[in-house]
């Protein structure tokens, strides 16, 4: 597609139900991360792909939250047993591939998914 | 990665420049200034970086002193679209390190005005 795209949008649960969360990055981008942004505050790292590579999981706040990639395409973030401290906006960027971010900058967004946890 | 510290909010009047900036007073030799801003409900945007020298593009201009331990991003006619979270971001470039994620603070709330 043109962009990333994430959906959904807007996502309204209860505590304690699981939740996913699905990135569809900009078709041939290898590189794929995954942010949290609590209302108010910065972006934090939770995780990030790379093609093949074993995925950097270093900034996931907890066993309750994983995520998958197939290949270069769609991913998933799950988080389980949700609680009220996981609301927040989860974003998704790509890029052709890491080196290229640090090179140049180039990361691309997508508009993320509003999670409330009631 | 250096820490870097910006200005929680600023405000500039339409048509006027924008000077935001931001210290990192503990950036190493191979570490790039980037900078990235975020409007309202939306991903952020990439808009600039560099390693030493100035840069500008049509967006803006950075100016980055010449021990590195600060730097300022210039919106030279900021307009009401450029109200936005800007964030300045200091990252060891390519190499070994090219794995791991851009680490985004808190940044600048810039509100323009007319």
């Known amino acids: 597609g043109a962009g990333v795209s994430q959906s959904p949008s807007n996502k309204v649960t209860e505590k304690g139900k699981d939740v996913e969360l699905r990135c569809d990055p900009i078709s041939g981008h290898t590189a794929l991360y995954w942010y949290r942004q609590r209302l108010g505050q910065g972006l934090e790292f939770l995780i990030y792909?790379?093609?093949?590579?074993?995925?950097?999981k270093s900034g996931l706040p907890s066993d309750r939250f994983s995520a998958e990639r197939t290949g270069e395409s769609v991913s998933t973030l799950t988080i389980q047993r949700t609680q009220q401290e996981d609301s927040a906006v989860y974003l998704c960027?790509?890029?052709?591939?890491?080196?290229?971010?640090?090179?140049?900058?180039?990361?691309?967004f997508g508009e993320g998914s509003r999670l409330t946890v009631l | 990665d250096a820490k870097t510290t910006q200005p929680t909010s600023m405000d500039c009047a339409e048509g006027r420049a924008a000077n935001l900036p931001c210290n990192h007073s503990t950036i190493s030799g191979n570490e790039y200034v980037y900078w990235y801003r975020q409007i309202h409900s939306q991903g952020p945007q990439y808009i600039i970086h560099?390693?030493?020298n100035n840069e500008t593009n049509e967006m803006a201009s950075l100016i980055i002193t010449e021990d590195r331990k600060s730097s300022t991003l210039i919106l030279p006619h900021a307009t009401l679209r450029d109200t936005a979270v800007y964030y300045c971001i200091v990252r060891v470039g390519g190499g070994n390190q090219a794995g791991t994620a851009l680490i985004f603070g808190k940044g600048t709330t810039l509100s323009v005005s007319s």
């Open positions: 560099g390693l030493k």
């Open positions: 792909f790379q093609g093949n590579s074993a995925p950097d």
């Open positions: 960027a790509s890029s052709l591939e890491a080196i290229r971010v640090l090179n140049t900058g180039e990361l691309f």
